[in-house]
């Protein structure tokens, strides 16, 4: 079946622009999370969402970082004023909301602030 | 709180030798362990997951892990490595009893076979 999808894939910008990324997460999950990869370094989590529920935006690093999500399904993950410090691989991953399980992860988007 | 520590940033082994990739963790209560693998320029797959049962759980592509909660551990382990498992190892705990559904992630460990 279909897995996770994001786009785009790649993405280069100037500083001070902003960038929309899309997550599309498997049909019927109802958790979806956002976490930065950069360099060397591991995971960073960013944003949780689970169903209806107010999301969970203790990991954004600053208010230039939002996102949404909207029906229950695709979210976008908005970065306004890019910085150079903004680039890394920013990952997206899906699970149904039963504890324990595992998450699955799209191929994520490399973004690269000029 | 909980967290995660790989230990080794890089773990070297030659095709056809066992292979260990250590994880410890850190949770006030029983802990939910994975472990992921990242191949160049994809996502994150999952492995395997300890979440209750037996100590020995067993996973994709012929990987296992043993959970020892006397140490703290969830090493990763393969009887006989292959060149192909050369990928960025990733283990992750969460703590159930926290309320969070947020795991905590590893840095990561390189794991590279030798032909």
């Known amino acids: 079946g279909a897995g996770v999808s994001q786009s785009p894939s790649n993405k280069v910008t100037e500083k001070g622009k902003d960038v929309e990324l899309r997550c599309d997460p498997i049909?019927?999950?109802?958790?979806l999370y956002w976490y930065r990869q950069s360099l060397g370094q591991g995971l960073e989590f960013l944003i949780y969402?689970?169903?209806?529920?107010?999301?969970?935006k203790s990991g954004l690093p600053s208010d230039r970082f939002s996102a949404e999500r909207t029906g229950g399904s695709v979210s976008t993950l908005t970065i306004q004023r890019t910085q150079q410090e903004d680039s890394a691989v920013y990952l997206c991953?899906?699970?149904?909301?039963?504890?324990?399980?595992?998450?699955?992860f799209g191929p994520g988007t490399r973004l690269t602030v000029l | 709180a909980q967290s995660v520590a790989q230990p080794e940033d890089q773990v070297n082994v030659a095709e056809g030798n066992p292979l260990t990739v250590k994880c410890t963790y850190s949770?006030?209560?029983?802990?939910?362990l994975f472990w992921y693998v990242q191949y160049p320029n994809r996502g994150l797959q999952f492995l395997l997951k300890?979440?209750?049962?037996?100590?020995l759980v067993k996973g994709s592509y012929g990987f296992e892990a043993e959970f020892n909660k006397s140490q703290t551990s969830f090493h990763l382990k393969k009887p006989s490595a292959l060149v192909s498992d050369s990928a960025l190892y990733f283990c992750?705990?969460?703590?159930?009893?926290?309320?969070?559904?947020?795991?905590?992630f590893g840095r990561g460990t390189s794991l590279i076979v030798h032909p």
């Open positions: 991953a899906s699970s149904l909301a039963i504890t324990g399980n595992e998450q699955f």
């Open positions: 049909s019927g999950h109802t958790a």
């Open positions: 969402f689970q169903g209806n529920s107010a999301p969970d």
């Open positions: 949770v006030s209560g029983n802990p939910y």
């Open positions: 300890y979440i209750t049962g037996d100590n």
């Open positions: 992750a705990v969460r703590d159930p009893s926290g309320g969070s559904y947020i795991p905590t």
